[in-house]
């Protein structure tokens, strides 16, 4: 496991909300972040997907993860979410990407998949803004 990937995961420990959710760090390099959660009957909607606000938090997670891996300790300034088709399956998949950054901010993306037999379904895509903390202090 890498020092980045490490640091990444002690982070995420720290989130009591993830950990409720069950929320896993798969991969975490600088500009790029991977979170994986196994689907539970709870984290579903009345209709068997995975719930709307499940699947936002992935995306946010996604991108605050990539954000700081530039820019270290960062809070979300916003975020537009689109749905694209229900999120079936055994897990949700999020994968953020920093598209640009300076030094107090960054501009990422995310792509959140819900994975069915093995088979990877884009169901929602994000961008947002990463603020840096405690920058200029």
Do not use: W
């Not at 009345?46 to 499940?54: M, P, T, W």
């Not at 992935?58 to 960062?74: K, P, Q, T, W, Y």
């Not at 884009?122 to 405690?134: E, H, K, R, S, Y």
């Amino acid at each position: 496991m890498t020092d980045i990937l490490e640091m990444g995961r002690k982070i995420l420990a720290q989130q009591p909300f993830s950990v409720l959710l069950g929320v896993e760090l798969t991969r975490f390099e600088p500009g790029l972040a991977e979170l994986l959660l196994p689907l539970r009957p709870d984290h579903l909607q009345q209709h068997g997907f995975a719930h709307g606000g499940l699947v936002s938090t992935m995306a946010d997670n996604a991108i605050s993860f990539a954000g700081g891996s530039r820019l270290g300790d960062v809070v979300t300034l916003e975020y537009k979410l689109n749905l694209i088709r229900p999120g079936v399956g055994e897990a949700l998949i999020a994968r953020g990407t920093v598209m640009s950054f300076g030094k107090t901010q960054a501009v990422c993306r995310a792509d959140v998949f819900a994975v069915q037999d093995g088979q990877e379904r884009l169901c929602a895509a994000a961008q947002g803004t990463m603020a840096a903390v405690n920058r200029g202090k």
